[in-house]
C-alpha cells in the first residue's frame, strides 16, 4: 500500500527515504533507478495493423455474407461477388480507423511526463531527462515547468500549481509545507505535487516519493490497461440479428433441400435454389446502409456540437439511462458571478450571467443607481484596485485574465461603470501585499486627496479581526460587537447559499508611505463590507435537465467541489431528489455497498480520479447505459469503462479526448442532451431500415419456399434477388435512414439496454408483412407461370417483389404514423430514391443488355397493372393499421418481455 506522504513532516519525508536536502549522490541516484526503473509509464503492446483489420470480418453476419460472395463466385455470378466482397472490405476499413483512434489514449498520457527536469544531486542543481529521476531526488520547480514525478514540498514560494488534469477543478491550487492530518483527498493534498501538473505561480523544492507508474497519473494509466471495452448496443443487437439470420438461413437451406428431393429435382437445380435462398435471406446492402446512416447521424451530431469519434456510439447516446456530468463548465458557466453584495447595513442583489459586464443593482427587487450610492461605489472602487486579473471585452464577450474570483470582482465593477484600465490610471498601485495562504488577504496601496490610502479584500473571519471600524451611513463608526454578529449573520446566509464570500476594507496612511507592511493594518481597517459570488447553473442546462427527466434519464453531477456548493448548484439544476455522497465516504465502502445505494444518490462531491470509475461501474451494475463527462487526465478510465464517454472540446486534455466516444465542442451539458436527441432519432431510423431490409429477405425466402413446394420452380433468379438486396433496397435504405425526426423522441422513455433494434413488435410485424409480400409474389408468379413463358414470369415476379419495396418504404418512415401524418414528402430524399429506383426498374425490364443479364423479359402495361395493384394493397393495408392499431406492434419496444411468473 502506497504511504500516506502528506501525513509525513517535511524531515520524516526525507529520513524515510533516506535522502537529504542537498539531494542524493551519483550511485545513489544509479541503485534506485535499477530498483525503481525508468520514471515513464509502460506502453502497451500493441495490435499488429493485420490483426486488428482482419478482427473485423469476426461477425456471423459477415461470415454468412462470405459464404453468399463465395457461392456467387462458384456458380460464376462475379458481380454480385464483386458488390459483396466490396461491401464487406468498406465496413472493415470503417471499424479499422475507428479502433486504432480509440487506442490512443495511452499514447497521448505517455506525452505528460516532462522531458527535462531540475534536480539538485550532490549539492549541485543539473537538468536531467525526467526519465531518469528517482525516489529521493530533490527537484527545484519555477513557473511554467511541468512536475516530473510526484513529490512532497519541503520549501515554497507563493507556489500554486494547476491541477485540472488530474482533480478536474480549473483554478490553481496554492501549496504549502506543512504536514496534513486524515486522509486528505487527492484535491487538498496542498503539501504534494504530482507528475503532469503544471507550475502556475511561485517557486519550489520537492523530493521525489513516487515516480513512473507509481504516481498517481500511473494509477490512471494502470486502470486504463485494466478496463475490457463493451460491445454497444448496437453492436449487440446486430450481432444477434446475424445469428438470427443465419439460423434462418440453414434452416430454409435444409428445407429447400429435403422439398427438392422431394420433388425430384437434379443436384444442380437444388444447388442453385439453395444459392437465392442463401442470397435471399442476407440482407446484403445492411452492413453498408448501417455504416452510412450512422455516418450521416455523426454529421447531424456534429452540428449540434457533439463530434462522435467511434461510429457506433452514434446510436448508443440514444440508449442513455444515466448521464454523470461534471459540474465545473459543464452543468455551469466556469465563470463565478457575483449574485449580492451587503454594505452599510444593506443586501443588494446582482443581475447578469458569467463575465459580461451587463446587470442591474437591485434593492427590495427595486433596480438602483449604484453611482448614487457611495459605500457601494467604494466597495466596487476596492474590488477593482484590489485585484489582478483582467477583463478582456475583445473579439468573443467576455473573457478574464487572472482567477476566476478576482475576474467576477472585477465585472460587478464594471457593471456599476467602474472600469480596472480607468480607474487605476486615477490611483495607481504605488505598492502591495499580495495574496498568501497564510495571511488570507491581498492589500495595495494608492494615492488619494494628497494622502495614501490602503484596499484590502479577502477572508471575511480575517478582515473582521483586522477591523477597528465600520461603514455606517456612509461615515466611519466603531465596530461594535452588534456590527460582528449581523456581519456574520449575512456571510453565513451567503455560505449557505453555496456562495464564495469576500470581505473589503480600507485604512488610511501618511502621505509619506511609500511601502506597505502588515503592521500598517492590524486592527486599522475599516470594513467596508462583503460580496457573495458562485459558478452559476447554465439556464440551457436547466432546460436540458428537465428534458432528461421527461425522457426518463437520470441525471447525476460529480465534482470536485465541496458538498455544500454542489448540492446548492443540484437544486438550481433540478436534479433528482436523491442524497450527496462526498469522495471520503465513497473510499470507505466496497463496491456492492456502492451498487446498492447508487440509484439514491444525485450528487457526488469532492471526488477523486478513480471515484468515477467505481461510479460508472455501480450504475452499469444495474443494467444502467451510462454516459459520462470528463476533461482531465483522471477521467480518462471512467470514460474508457462508460457506455459512452464524453470529454470536453475546450477545456478537455489529449487524453480525455483520445478515451471518449464523443466531444463536446462547446463543453455544454445542453450537447449532450441534443446528442441524446439524436441517437433516439438514428436508432429509430435503424430500426426502420431493419425493418424494411429483414422484411425484404423473409418475403423473398417465403416466396421461394411456396413456389418451391406449390410450382416447382423458383419464382426469382439468383441475380434478380441480389438486384432487389443491393440495388433497390440499398438505394432506398440510405435515404430511409435519412428520415426528419418525429420530433417525439424525448418525450418517449428510455429504451431497456436489453432491448436491441429487433424486439418482438418489430418481429411480428415483419413476419405480418414479409407473409403478405410472399403470398403476392408468389401468387403472381403461380397465375403467370401457367400462362406465360417462365422468363415472362419470373419478370412479372420480380417486378412485383421491387414495387413492394416502393410502397413499402413508406410503411417503414414509423410503426405508429402514417406517412401522411408526418408528412408525404417530409423526406425529399426517399422520393429521389425511389424516382431513381423506378427508372432503373424500367431499365431492367426493357435495356437489352441488362435484360440479358437479369433474365428479365419487357412487360406490358396490363402485367404492370397487376404487379402495382398486388403491391400497392400492402400499403393500405399497413397505414389503415396504423390509424385504428397504432400500438399493435409495439410490444417489447422500450422494455424486455418477461416470461411469465417473472
Known amino acids: 500500500m502506497a504511504k500516506l506522504w502528506f501525513q509525513f513532516s517535511v524531515e520524516e519525508t526525507l529520513q524515510d527515504l533516506n535522502t537529504r536536502r542537498s539531494g542524493l549522490i551519483e550511485d545513489e541516484t544509479q541503485a534506485r533507478l535499477r530498483e525503481h526503473g525508468p520514471n515513464e509509464l509502460e506502453k502497451r503492446k500493441k495490435t499488429p495493423p493485420a490483426v486488428a483489420f482482419l478482427r473485423q470480418f469476426l461477425s456471423p453476419l459477415i461470415y454468412v455474407l462470405l459464404a453468399a460472395a463465395v457461392i456467387s463466385l462458384a456458380v460464376s455470378h462475379f458481380i454480385d461477388s464483386g458488390v459483396i466482397l466490396a461491401v ?9 480507423v475507428q479502433e486504432s483512434r480509440a487506442e490512443r489514449a495511452m499514447e497521448a498520457l505517455l506525452e505528460l511526463a516532462a522531458p527535462k527536469a531540475k534536480v539538485r544531486r550532490g549539492g549541485t542543481i543539473n537538468l536531467v531527462p525526467a526519465r531518469e529521476i528517482v525516489p529521493g531526488d530533490i527537484i527545484i520547480l519555477e513557473a511554467g515547468d511541468k512536475v516530473p514525478a510526484d513529490a512532497r514540498l519541503i520549501e515554497v514560494s507563493n507556489l500554486k500549481v494547476n491541477e485540472a488534469t488530474l482533480t478536474g477543478e480549473s483554478v490553481a491550487t496554492e501549496k504549502h509545507t506543512n504536514p496534513l492530518r486524515g486522509d486528505a483527498p487527492l484535491a487538498e493534498r496542498k503539501n504534494m505535487v504530482h507528475m503532469g501538473t503544471i507550475v502556475s505561480y511561485g517557486r519550489a523544492t520537492a523530493v521525489v516519493v513516487a515516480t513512473g507508474m507509481s504516481t498517481e497519473v500511473g494509477r490512471i ?13 448496437l453492436q449487440r443487437s446486430i450481432s444477434k440479428l446475424s445469428k438470427y439470420l443465419l439460423v434462418l438461413f440453414l ?35 445492411l452492413p453498408a446502409v448501417v455504416t452510412v446512416v450512422l455516418a450521416l447521424g455523426m454529421g447531424a451530431m456534429a452540428r449540434r456540437n457533439a463530434i462522435i469519434r ?16 461534471d459540474k465545473t463548465g459543464t452543468l455551469t458557466r466556469n465563470e463565478m458571478t457575483v449574485r449580492r453584495i451587503s454594505t452599510d447595513g444593506r443586501t443588494l442583489e446582482l443581475s447578469g450571467e458569467g463575465y459580461e459586464p451587463k446587470g442591474e443593482f437591485r434593492s427590495n427587487g427595486r433596480a438602483i443607481n449604484p453611482q448614487e450610492d457611495p459605500s457601494l461605489m467604494l466597495l466596487l472602487r476596492i474590488s477593482a484596485l484590489c485585484n489582478d486579473a483582467l477583463l478582456s471585452t ?45 495571511k488570507q488577504y491581498m492589500a495595495t496601496l494608492h494615492p488619494y486627496d494628497g494622502r495614501r490610502v490602503v484596499y484590502v479584500k479577502g477572508a471575511p473571519e480575517r478582515l473582521l479581526s483586522m477591523s477597528g471600524h465600520v461603514l455606517k451611513d456612509n461615515k466611519v463608526a466603531p465596530l461594535q460587537e452588534s456590527d460582528v454578529q449581523s456581519i456574520q449573520k449575512e456571510i453565513l446566509a451567503m455560505a449557505g447559499e453555496a456562495m464564495r464570500v469576500m470581505a473589503f476594507a480600507y485604512t488610511e496612511l501618511p502621505a509619506e508611505v511609500v511601502e506597505l507592511e502588515d503592521v500598517d493594518l492590524r486592527s486599522n481597517l475599516v470594513f467596508v463590507g462583503l460580496a457573495g459570488m458562485d459558478d452559476p447553473a447554465r439556464e440551457e442546462a436547466i432546460k436540458a435537465v428537465s428534458l432528461c427527466r421527461q425522457a426518463g434519464i437520470k441525471v447525476v453531477m460529480i465534482t470536485g467541489d465541496n458538498k455544500a456548493t454542489a448540492e446548492s448548484v443540484g437544486r438550481q439544476l433540478g436534479l433528482p431528489q436523491g442524497r450527496a455522497m462526498v469522495g471520503a465516504e465513497l473510499e470507505k465502502i466496497s463496491d456492492d455497498e456502492l451498487a446498492r445505494q447508487i440509484e439514491d444518490i444525485s450528487v457526488f462531491a469532492r471526488v477523486e480520479p478513480l471515484h468515477k470509475l467505481r461510479i460508472v461501474n455501480a450504475f452499469k451494475s444495474h443494467g444502467q447505459v451510462v454516459a459520462m463527462t470528463g476533461d482531465g487526465v483522471n477521467d480518462a478510465p471512467a470514460l474508457k469503462a462508460a457506455s459512452i464517454g464524453i470529454a470536453m472540446g475546450i477545456k478537455g486534455t489529449d487524453v480525455a479526448k483520445e478515451a471518449s466516444d464523443m466531444v463536446l465542442a462547446d463543453d455544454n451539458f445542453a450537447s449532450i442532451v441534443a446528442a441524446v436527441d439524436e441517437g433516439r432519432a438514428i436508432f429509430n431510423r435503424l430500426r426502420n431500415v431493419i425493418f424494411y431490409l429483414v422484411s425484404t429477405s423473409i418475403g423473398e425466402l417465403f416466396a421461394l419456399l411456396l413456389s418451391l413446394i406449390f410450382v416447382g420452380l423458383a419464382p426469382l433468379t439468383a441475380v434478380q434477388i441480389i438486384w432487389v438486396n443491393l440495388v433497390t433496397d440499398a438505394a432506398i435504405g440510405v435515404p430511409l435512414g435519412m428520415e426528419p425526426k418525429i420530433g417525439d423522441e424525448l418525450q418517449q422513455p428510455p429504451r431497456h439496454p436489453k432491448v436491441g433494434l429487433l424486439y418482438p413488435g418489430l418481429l411480428l410485424r415483419i413476419l405480418f408483412l414479409s407473409g403478405m409480400m410472399s403470398v403476392g409474389v408468389f401468387a403472381i408468379f403461380n397465375w403467370a407461370h401457367g400462362r406465360v413463358s417462365l422468363d415472362e414470369a419470373r419478370t412479372m415476379a420480380f417486378c412485383t417483389m421491387v414495387a413492394f419495396e416502393w410502397f413499402r418504404c413508406f410503411n417503414a418512415r414509423s410503426d405508429e404514423h402514417t406517412v401522411f401524418k408526418i408528412g408525404l414528402f417530409r423526406n425529399r430524399f426517399l422520393l429521389l430514391a425511389i424516382a431513381v429506383a423506378v427508372l432503373l426498374q424500367i431499365a431492367a425490364v426493357y ?48 422494455k424486455p418481455v418477461t416470461k411469465p411468473g417473472h
Open 88 to 96: 464487406l472490405v468498406l465496413n472493415a476499413v470503417i471499424g479499422y
Open 221 to 233: 494509466a494502470r486502470a486504463i490497461h485494466e478496463v475490457t471495452p463493451e460491445k454497444t448496443p
Open 251 to 285: 434452416s430454409i437451406c435444409v428445407l429447400l433441400v429435403v422439398v427438392g428431393i422431394l420433388k425430384g429435382l437434379d443436384r444442380l437445380e437444388i444447388f442453385l435454389l439453395a444459392v437465392a435462398a442463401a442470397v435471399s435471406a442476407i440482407p446484403e446492402g
Open 310 to 325: 467511434k461510429l457506433v456510439a452514434v446510436e448508443t447516446l440514444g440508449a442513455a439511462t444515466v448521464i454523470c456530468s
Open 394 to 438: 475583445q473579439e468573443e464577450c467576455c473573457s478574464i485574465f487572472g482567477d476566476p474570483t478576482e475576474g467576477a470582482l472585477i465585472v460587478a465593477a464594471a457593471k456599476a461603470g467602474i472600469l480596472k484600465e480607468n480607474i487605476e490610471k486615477a490611483f495607481p498601485r504605488l505598492d502591495e501585499i499580495p495574496f498568501q495562504s497564510e
Open 847 to 894: 435495356v437489352p443488355f441488362m435484360q440479358t443479364a437479369l433474365h428479365t423479359m419487357p412487360l406490358s402495361p396490363a402485367q404492370w397493372g397487376i404487379a402495382l395493384g398486388v403491391a400497392g394493397s400492402l400499403f393500405v393495408v399497413e397505414e389503415l393499421r396504423k390509424v385504428i392499431f397504432p400500438r399493435l406492434f409495439s410490444w417489447g419496444k422500450w
